[in-house]
């Protein structure tokens, strides 16, 4: 997702997509471990992706 779209979204959109990405990172680590990931840089992109949310959730939240 677009940092442009995820500025335009709510904290409580944001929990949401936080949330989804996090189900989805779960199932590519298991993925991982069974040795069925056909493409591991996605895990990278989906931690780098929670991280940009976070951001955007403490910055929206100190802005009040």
């Known amino acids: 997702m677009k940092v442009k779209e995820l500025k335009e979204m ?3 959109e944001l929990d949401v997509q ?9 199932k590519l680590k298991l993925q991982q471990v069974s040795g069925q990931l056909e493409h ?3 895990i990278r992109d989906l931690r780098r992706s929670v991280a940009r949310i976070k ?3 403490n ?4 802005e009040g």
């Open 59 to 62: 910055q929206k939240k100190a």
């Open 10 to 12: 709510t904290v409580a």
């Open 40 to 42: 591991p840089s996605r």
């Open 55 to 57: 951001t955007l959730q």
């Open 18 to 26: 936080l949330k989804e990405i996090r189900e989805e990172q779960f």
